[in-house]
């Protein structure tokens, strides 16, 4: 498992993806999601106890998405173009 500063190399995330720009649209549709997960997180929760910061859900896509967390689909006929 890798440290959220680790997940800087632009050349490991395009691995997963066609290109980067690719990557950056699956990233940020997953930070998205994660979004609202902690903000329906926090509103279940009454406590006005402070919480630890958490890291920021872009750096958690980003790591998730160079670990393989999250899954995607290609439309049929489209695949990543060989390296």
Known sequence: ???LEEVNDVEEI???ADNRYEAVL????WS??????RKAKEE???EEVP???????TS???K???EGTIKFERPSGQRKSPA
């Open 51 to 57: 919480q630890p910061p958490e890291p920021k859900v």
């Open 64 to 66: 998730d998405l160079v």
């Open 14 to 16: 395009e691995k997963i």
């Open 60 to 62: 958690v896509a980003l």
């Open 32 to 37: 998205r999601k994660l979004n609202a997960e």
């Open 1 to 3: 498992m890798q440290s």
């Open 44 to 46: 279940l929760s009454e």
């Open 26 to 29: 699956l990233a940020a549709k």
